[in-house]
């Protein structure tokens, strides 16, 4: 214990350089420079269970978050909180609210943010994703929810999907204030941005798209600009995969689209995939202590992601739940009623104790 305490602080006086200069956000920790919509704008009908309200926080980066937070109308006065986040690519008025607002029907307290430069959420240049970055924005929402008066700091849970289902277990990797973790229809950015989908690149493709990627760094400042990847294509071709189509019928019609979203629109910066390739999200998901739920559609593209991260978890409090024909954004809304709430509300409850 002493030899862990002293690893510590030597650490810190690494990063830090003193013991005496502390960095505070609590004078401001009220004020916002963002602009938040105010009127209910999102892809799903507002519930008369819950109460709603728009918060902020800043990250251990100083990014200033946009949330929507949703609250029960018959919650306790220390409730266990939950941070839900994703799909990679869409904003908290899309998947990540009806996640958020459905477990706070269900009694907890929940928040559905916009990662860092992206959305409602602060940070420049705008479009950047970051698995370092990102994965602090989970941690940066448990700094929020743990000070709130009425959460308990010791039931604290997250929600990441898609992309950023990999980005929670990360988190809890690293964060031991999360108690409990759920990913659902998870991608892996690292692998699949790495390796392409099903590891189908080699050492020479990985190599050519670096080239790519920091011709592209040159061109954009060069221009003064980032140029943008793009979002889910306009026009899907007949023999498209049908992962594609699914996208296609979420983002770019009624049923999912938004106005924010990068996936209805512009997309990414083309650069971000640069810092995925250098950094494996799940280095260390073997050592995750706290209860992992892994909830996946069987029939998903996407679903060896799920199955593989699993099988670097370890310990009795693990599970992996399959849906049976669903298929990956089957698990982004109500539309195929399988996304199982009951499994996770009983999840939550058990191990947030």
Known sequence: MRKTIIMAALIGLMLTGSTTNVYSQQNNKNMTNLELTQEWDKTFPKSDKVDHKKVTFRNRYGIELAADMYTPKNGSQRMAAIAVCGPFGAVKEQSSGLYAQHMAERGFLTIAFDPSFTGESGGTPRYVASPDINTEDFCAAVDFLSVQDNVDPERIGIIGICGWGGMAINAAAI????????????????????????????????????????????????????????????????????FVKDYFDYYKTSRGYH???????????????????????????????????????????????????????????????????????????????????????????????
């Open 175 to 242: 964060d031991t204030r999360i108690k409990a973790t759920v990913t659902s229809t998870m991608y892996d950015m690292s692998r699949v941005i790495a390796n392409g989908y099903f590891d189908s690149m080699d050492e020479d493709a990985r190599y050519e798209m670096r080239k790519q990627l920091n011709a592209q760094r040159t061109e954009d400042y060069r221009n003064g600009e980032y140029a943008l990847a793009g979002g889910v294509i306009d026009e899907v071709p007949e023999d498209a995969p049908f």
């Open 259 to 353: 106005k924010r979203s990068l996936n209805s629109n512009g997309g990414w910066n083309k650069t971000s995939a640069l810092s995925f390739l250098n950094m494996p999200l799940l280095s260390y998901a073997g050592e995750i202590r706290s209860a992992v739920l892994v909830i996946h559609g069987d029939k998903a593209h996407s679903c060896y992601f799920s199955k593989d991260a699993f099988a670097k978890l370890k310990g009795n409090n693990k599970e992996l739940m399959l849906i049976p024909n669903a298929v990956h954004t089957d698990l982004y809304d109500d539309q195929a009623g399988v996304i199982p709430y009951d499994k996770m509300e009983e999840f939550f409850k058990k191990n947030l104790l």
